[in-house]
């Protein structure tokens, strides 16, 4: 080898010695503050168990509201069988406008109501059910019959809707249409809830949506039935008196 070949590989042997400490430098600092920053986030004992109890308490908390509204749900769901089936448990119209009124009372929380339906061949509508109402209290449901008068029942008779109060120039809470396929044939009028209860909730509108759609049935179905019962009876008692029984 050369003289001039040998200072470039000293040369280059002495370069790359010096590369090669800098790069030492560099990992051993890079070293120390990884470990350092390590350190930092490395949680003590105390500090783990504390994030593990923090966390088993958000479950916790996430779980119990779970179950409320779990058991919310089903209580709605509770409701609402109970109403369909006293609606159409019995074939007496006397008995299913009862069971009307007690699910107005014990699901809905009504005091003052009123149950009208359509007479045939007329303008006006039958009180078949009132419950609370006086004269006083409220002239235009206090009769036999009610002819109009209160704006969010009128508009409830006429086009078919759920009409909930505070309505302009009416005292009603609600008034809940009775409807046979899209045919309405009478309502049923909230005009005070019982004290506990101030004000309709939202889950109430499944209560007034099946009122609506099973109620009108239910009770024109007993009416039915209450009608062929007595002209069977009527033709029976006919067939007796042909026999001389």
């Known amino acids: 080898m050369t003289d001039q070949a040998s200072r470039d590989h000293g040369e280059l042997v002495a370069q790359l010695r010096d590369a090669l400490a800098r790069a030492g ?9 990884l470990a350092s920053a390590a350190h930092a986030e490395t949680p003590t004992p105390e500090a ?26 089903l209580d709605r769901l509770m409701s609402l069988y109970v109403a369909s089936y006293q609606l159409h ?3 007496d119209p006397h008995q299913v406008e009862t069971a009307i009124a007690d699910i107005a009372v014990n699901l809905l929380g009504a005091e003052r109501f009123v149950l009208l339906l359509r007479k045939e061949g007329a303008d006006d509508h039958e009180i078949v059910h009132a419950q609370g109402v006086t004269l006083e209290t409220d002239p235009l449901y206090a009769g036999a019959a ?4 209160d704006p969010l029942a009128d508009r409830t008779l006429t086009e078919g ?7 302009a120039g009416s005292d009603a809470i609600t008034a809940v249409p009775l409807k ?6 009478g309502a049923l009028v909230v005009l005070k809830l019982l004290d506990h209860k101030p004000s309709l909730r939202p889950d109430d509108r499944d209560l007034l949506d099946l009122l609506s759609a099973h109620a009108a049935s239910a ?7 209450a009608a062929k019962d007595r ?15």
């Open 231 to 245: 002209k069977l009876r009527t033709l029976e008692s006919l067939v007796r008196l042909a026999r001389g029984q």
């Open 161 to 167: 809707v759920l009409g909930l109060g505070p309505f």
């Open 219 to 225: 009770l024109f179905a007993a009416r039915l039935f």
């Open 89 to 91: 448990a019995h074939l």
């Open 48 to 73: 783990d168990l504390e994030g593990q109890l923090s966390a088993a308490r958000l479950d916790s908390y996430e779980l119990s509201s779970r179950l409320v509204e779990t058991e919310h749900q």
């Open 146 to 149: 009610y002819a109009g008068g």
């Open 180 to 185: 046979i396929q899209d045919e309405v044939v």
């Open 25 to 33: 430098e560099l990992v051993g600092t890079l070293s120390a503050t």
